[in-house]
């Protein structure tokens, strides 16, 4: 069955850390760009960052840069989302996905939701005190 299945989220309080997870199963994931996007209650879906499948650069939503990182390990078909300094405006669901995009580069982190390809059930991240 080919799926993502996130893990790690949970409940944090304020400043403090979370690291996510994402599986893949059922195939594998090569070289595609990867992206994490998030839901809260209310609002729209939001690009939080993005993996390309060829040099690894990265790209971070603004309100994350400086304090998420993610990472991709292509032997494991795993992707992780360190996230530092966590406050209540970062509570949501979060999602990993593979993005199809023309080349292997990440697409733009406000439009992400026009190349989402596969993504899984969500992680629900809360942080509160």
């Known amino acids: ?3 993502l299945v996130e893990s ?4 944090v309080q304020p400043g403090g850390s979370l690291r996510l997870s994402c599986a893949a199963s059922g195939f594998t994931w090569d070289y ?3 992206g994490w996007f998030r839901q809260a209650p209310g609002k ?12 690894g650069r990265t790209d971070y939503g603004d309100s994350v840069k400086g ?3 993610i990472s991709r390990d292509n032997v494991k078909n795993t992707m992780y989302l360190q996230m530092n300094s ?3 405006e970062v509570t949501a669901v979060y999602y990993c996905a593979t993005l199809k995009t023309d080349g292997l580069a990440c ?9 989402l390809e596969l993504w899984g059930q969500g992680t629900l991240v809360t942080v509160s005190a």
Request: a negative charge; hydrophobic letters at 25%.
């Open 32 to 34: 595609y760009p990867l």
């Open 67 to 69: 304090r998420f990182t």
């Open 8 to 11: 790690g989220g949970g409940l």
């Open 107 to 115: 697409p733009r982190l406000e439009r992400i939701s026009e190349y």
């Open 44 to 55: 729209e879906r939001e690009g939080v960052s993005c993996i390309s499948g060829s040099d």
């Open 86 to 88: 966590l406050n209540v």
């Open 1 to 3: 069955q080919v799926q």
